[in-house]
């Protein structure tokens, strides 16, 4: 029997248990594992769902089994907090030798950010990568370069997810990342040399369209301005509700005008803030998602280090070749083109583009830190961006995602481990010491008094009332967690040295 579940080849079943909240997480059934073939439960609910006794949950316990959520791990009386998420780690680990459901095979172990997220994330394991890199597991490091080595490879990119209802988008392109810290952890530049095939394949699935694309128009993910500048946005190619928040996009979409309001929400989960304010037209209305109007200046960072990196690369290779100018021409366009697009002087930050209305979105987000991380800020830029946050994103429990409160979980007063790091390190580049000791204190912080309050490492803090757990979004604060175990270790031992 063929183990790899597709939902369109179960969809009426799918919607009818999706509608009717069969399970309280519609995850759940995304996540359905088979018991038969697709073709004999298909049959059976066909020939069955009118019958009179006909009872949908225990039809599908029946005809699939589930896999269980990774249980909460508390931790043993007394145990130090580094202690244990090195037990953790354990724990997150997970293989997936085969495809089974909708659960996509990787040849390589791998860490699962925890709770109802019991498969491999992209962009998640990069913060993963770090903390592991504290623990001295360097063989884990290598396996998740591999796995999204394995992806790419398959693919053409890295999903969202090892999942088949993952196959249409990808997350924030943080492979160049996971390279360069590998490379640096290892001492070994021939690493790069190895996986240079693969970074060109990733951002050519990020390129794609480019060659068709005229001036002012939009093709998957590149953007090409009327002044010929090419930029990239988050997509994804399906217009229709995610399976896993199947209702919640139904309900959601009864309330907006557009007609690509399914793909604008699922190009906010390829950019991870799923969801932020940022994305709204209406700061407090998600039915007003533009998310495929909008330049993100993050994303247009990490390409910039792709092209930057696929450019060293090749020096390394053969300093002679054409294609050291090619990529080092395009790193050096979409560099100015961040500069013209994303810094906004009257408030002295940078934000996002919005091509369609030709402006910039009012958002302010931490997102303004990735061009100080990768050095493309002047100083006198940098100033003003570490003024800035100090004054409007820097709270007691560190740097919180927005400054608007909407409700969404990736704004306002919550604080996500992946930002710590990056405005801890993107201040230490422009010698802004003092600011960054403090990201790093006020977080571990809030993270510690969590921990010894309930013994869990949670997906998100609040930032701003350090005796309140982080909310907002679709599903509860879940714990593990992946992300916040690596930075933790990673600001911890930073505090420490």
């Known amino acids: 029997m063929n183990k790899q579940l597709h939902l369109e080849e179960i969809k009426s079943l799918f919607d009818e248990v999706q509608k009717q909240k069969i399970f309280d997480d519609q995850k759940m059934m995304t996540d359905a594992i088979p018991r038969y073939s697709v073709q004999e439960i298909m049959s059976k609910y066909e020939e069955e769902k009118t019958s009179e006794n006909f009872n949908l949950k225990e039809f599908v316990l029946h005809y699939f089994e589930f896999p269980t959520t990774s249980h909460s ?28 459901g909708t659960l996509l095979q990787l ?19 990069f913060f993963v990568m770090l903390g592991l890199k504290e623990s001295g597991r360097v063989e884990m490091m290598r396996n998740i370069v591999d796995n999204c080595a394995y992806l790419i490879n398959t693919f053409g990119f890295v999903p969202n997810a090892n999942r088949t ?32 095939p693969v970074l060109e394949k990733e951002y050519h699935f990020w390129m794609n369209g480019e060659q068709e694309i005229a001036n002012g128009q939009s093709i998957n993910r590149v953007v090409k301005l009327e002044d010929g500048t090419l930029l990239n946005r988050y997509y994804d190619s ?21 007609n690509d309001f399914y793909r604008n929400i699922r190009a906010a989960c390829e950019s991870g803030w799923d969801f932020s304010s940022r994305w709204f037209s209406d700061p407090l209305k998600i039915e007003t998602i533009e998310t495929l109007n909008i330049l993100p200046v993050d994303l247009n960072c990490l390409l910039w280090n792709t092209e930057n990196l696929l450019s060293e690369i ?26 013209n697009y ?10 996002d583009y919005n091509f369609s209305k030709k402006s910039q979105t009012s958002s302010e987000h931490v997102g303004m830190s ?22 409007n994103i820097l709270y007691d429990g560190g740097l919180v995602t927005t400054t608007k409160e909407s409700k969404q979980q990736w704004d306002f007063p919550n604080a996500w481990a ?36 309930t013994g869990k490492l949670m997906e998100k803090y609040n930032a701003v009332d350090l005796n309140s757990l982080a909310g907002g979004g679709e599903y509860p604060n879940q714990d593990g967690f992946g992300w916040t175990n690596g930075i933790y270790l990673f600001l911890k031992n930073k505090l420490k040295s």
């Not at 209802?165 to 990342?177: A, C, K, M, N, V």
């Not at 090749?314 to 560099?335: G, H, L, V, W």
């Open 107 to 125: 040849p390589k172990p791998y860490i699962v950010p925890g709770g109802r997220f019991n498969e491999f994330f992209y962009w998640d394991s």
């Open 238 to 258: 399906k217009n229709e509700p995610r399976p896993e928040s199947y209702l919640i996009d139904i309900m959601d979409n009864e309330k907006s005008d557009q």
């Open 342 to 351: 994303f810094w906004n002087d009257d408030k002295g930050i940078y934000v």
């Open 165 to 196: 209802y993952f196959l249409t988008r990808s997350q924030p392109p943080y492979f160049s990342l996971m390279l360069q810290l590998l490379a640096e952890t290892l001492q070994d530049n021939k690493l790069l040399i190895e996986f240079f």
């Open 73 to 100: 791990y508390k931790k043993n009386d007394n145990l130090l907090i580094e202690d244990h998420i090195e037990k953790l780690w354990d724990h997150l680990t997970k293989t997936s030798k085969e495809d089974r």
């Open 418 to 453: 992946p930002f710590q790091w990056l405005g801890y390190e993107a201040f230490q580049k422009y010698n802004h010491k003092n600011t960054s000791l403090q990201i790093a204190e006020n977080w571990c912080k809030v993270v510690e008094k969590t921990y010894n309050e």
């Open 314 to 339: 090749i020096q390394i290779i053969d300093n002679k070749s054409p294609k050291i100018e090619y990529y080092q021409e395009r790193a050096n366009k979409r560099k100015t083109a961040i500069q």
């Open 370 to 391: 990735y061009p100080l991380f990768f050095k493309l800020a002047e100083s006198s830029q940098a100033n003003k961006v570490k003024n800035f946050i100090e004054n």
